[in-house]
T-cell receptor
């Protein structure tokens, strides 16, 4: 079983739909992330759950809503998306030790992503 | 602010060495990373280097770090067609997450 699993692999949705992306990690990590990958742009960090706390990213529109019920699962709930939200959404996990500037964060392990198309 | 810059494209012939360069801004970064992304896949960690190191070698991969110039490079020896992919440089951000460059697309010609 791969370390980080994302479902579905592909999703096409209309602007009025509600859907959810799912991520599961089998690595025993305690931090999980959502990244957005658009063409010709750097990967954009959307949300971080670290040590069961959510790190807000104020630049993410409210039509994206994360949920982290436990350290192994992460969801991204989508509603009333726009065509410009079409992208590859990548989930990642890592192990965090310590807090603040002295924390150690293991390398991120990524899933294969969900390719989202908003029509 | 935190920023990572890479050239967007690199083309080499099979068997040659590839050198992918990266510059970063945060001098306090403790770790720097190289990830590889093949078509239709997520990012795969290739290697990483601790900031107190100048060089790290792992089989065909050599990472060089010039901390003074905030310059990181990845050298792939004897490049193969299977090495064709997008390579991302990343530094650890202040939130503990990774700050990525836009990626360098490596094309290997037979």
């Amino acid at each position: 079983e791969t370390g980080v699993t994302q479902t579905p692999r592909h999703l096409v949705m209309g602007m009025t739909n509600k859907k959810s992306l799912k991520c599961e990690q089998h690595l025993g990590h305690n931090a999980m992330y959502w990244y957005k990958q658009s063409a010709k742009k750097p990967l954009e960090l959307m949300f971080v759950y670290s040590l069961e706390e959510r790190v807000e990213n104020n630049s993410v529109p409210s039509r994206f809503s994360p949920e982290c019920p436990n350290s192994s699962h992460l969801f991204l709930h989508l509603h009333t998306l726009q065509p410009e939200d079409s992208a590859l959404y990548l989930c990642a996990s890592s192990q965090v030790a310590g807090i603040g500037s002295s924390s150690y964060n293991s390398p991120l392990h990524f899933g294969n992503g969900t390719r989202l198309t908003v029509t | 602010g935190e920023d990572v810059e890479q050239s967007l494209f690199l083309s080499v012939r099979e068997g040659d060495s590839s050198v992918i360069n990266c510059t970063y801004t945060d001098s306090s970064s403790t770790y720097l990373y190289w990830y590889k992304q093949e078509p239709g896949a997520g990012l795969q960690l290739l290697t990483y280097i601790f900031s107190n190191m100048d060089m790290k070698q792992d089989q065909r991969l050599t990472v060089l770090l010039n901390k003074k110039d905030k310059h990181l490079s990845l050298r792939i020896a004897d490049t193969q067609t299977g090495d064709s992919a997008i390579y991302f440089c990343a530094e650890k951000g202040s939130q503990g997450n990774l700050i990525f460059g836009k990626g360098t697309k490596l094309s290997v010609k037979p």
